[in-house]
């Protein structure tokens, strides 16, 4: 029954993405594009595919986190929270899974002592009571904490996992500011706990191609990232990656300043993006089949590393997968984007 629920979800977002690509596409493009606040990169090395993902069971790849010469893979949707490590050439090598049915996967990250964190906090409709984060631990053992948001549902496609061991949520926001979440107390195995606003997130136009929404998919964060040794946290739109210095775990510090831009390569539905192992360059990925893994090497303003190293040596591959515009024009322009997506969605669920 779950599996027939998520696919009826699926259907439901694939509907979603593109009546309000249709419509929200008009709108923008009949906006003035603001200007970007976010300094862009300078050219760097050209961007390179490291291999393809062709496997069926990452037909709708969300999550990557890079682990030495391997990887991590996350689907979206599935009856099971499950992981995929794959090899240096995109094979999958092993398949890690949690009994637990989820709602909606959409980010994975490696935490401290090798726990490998899971998203399970995508909602496209806006219903969700609840979201969670689901914790596979190198030996054996699972986790699940339940989290609720105190100001209503939102959709969250971002896992940023602080070189503390505390974990964020960024929201996906078709207008572009999306709010930056963390839990207010201790997190509860099988228990729920509030989340606290911490921080906002603004990204505006930048022209790249890409994406299933056209130029709405420049402002939607679809992912996030935080580099192997602490010093850089990125988050990704489908066209674009923005990477800020990190200084300890001081997340909402760090997204408080301004960002380097990187224009990433088009593809259909990016939402994947990790730090290489050197941190150096992002590897970003795509839904849909086959889906290039590819290599973006960072300007050196953006990979230069700011803050030492915590020294916790990184866990081997094999521990991970062990078993178990103006103002006036912006307000018009959010106003009726927002009056678009929220017919839209009301449309759609009397639908489903």
């Known amino acids: 029954m779950r599996a027939l629920i998520d696919r009826s979800h699926s259907r439901a977002r694939a509907r979603r993405l593109t009546v309000v690509a249709v419509l929200c596409g008009a709108v923008v493009a009949a906006a003035p594009v603001p200007a ?40 979206d949707g599935g009856d099971q929270v499950t992981v995929h490590g794959l090899d240096g050439g995109c094979a ?47 030996g054996g053992g699972s986790a ?13 496609e971002a896992l940023l996992m602080a070189p503390d061991g505390t974990p964020y949520l960024v929201t996906k926001e078709v207008l ?45 964060i679809t992912g996030g990232a935080v580099a192997g ?27 408080a300043g301004e960002p380097v831009r990187v224009a990433l390569p088009e593809s259909p539905q990016g939402e994947a993006i990790s730090f290489t192992e050197d941190g150096g360059g992002l590897v970003v990925a795509s839904e849909g089949l086959p889906s290039d893994v590819t290599v973006v090497p960072l300007p050196a303003s953006a990979a230069a590393p700011t803050a030492t190293p915590s020294g916790e040596p990184a866990p081997a591959f094999a521990d991970l997968v062990e078993s178990q515009a103006s103002p006036i024009a912006a307000a018009l322009l959010a106003a009726v984007i927002a009056t678009v997506v929220v017919g839209v969605g009301g449309l759609l669920r009397r639908r489903s």
């Open 36 to 75: 970007t606040a976010e300094e862009t990169a300078p050219a760097a090395a050209a961007p390179t595919v490291r291999c393809s993902i062709t496997d069926p069971r990452l037909a709708e790849l969300s999550g990557l986190v890079v682990v030495g010469e391997q990887m991590l893979a996350l689907n």
């Open 92 to 138: 999958v090598v092993d398949v890690q899974t949690t009994p637990v049915d989820p709602f909606d996967p959409e980010d994975l990250a490696v935490g401290p002592h090798g726990a490998v964190w899971i998203a399970d906090t995508g909602d496209n409709n806006g219903e969700r009571s609840t979201v969670a984060l689901h914790v596979l631990r190198p």
């Open 144 to 156: 699940l904490y339940r989290l609720t948001y105190p100001d209503g549902a939102h959709d969250a």
């Open 176 to 220: 572009g500011s999306s709010g930056v979440y963390r839990p207010a107390g201790p997190l509860v195995d099988g228990g729920t706990v509030g989340t606290e606003r911490v921080g906002t997130v603004n990204v505006t136009l930048t022209g790249t191609p890409g994406g299933p929404v056209g130029r709405a998919g420049q402002l939607m």
């Open 229 to 255: 040794d602490g010093s850089a946290i990125a988050l990704r739109t489908y066209t674009d990656a923005y990477v800020w210095s990190l200084a300890g775990s001081d997340v909402p510090g760090a997204l």
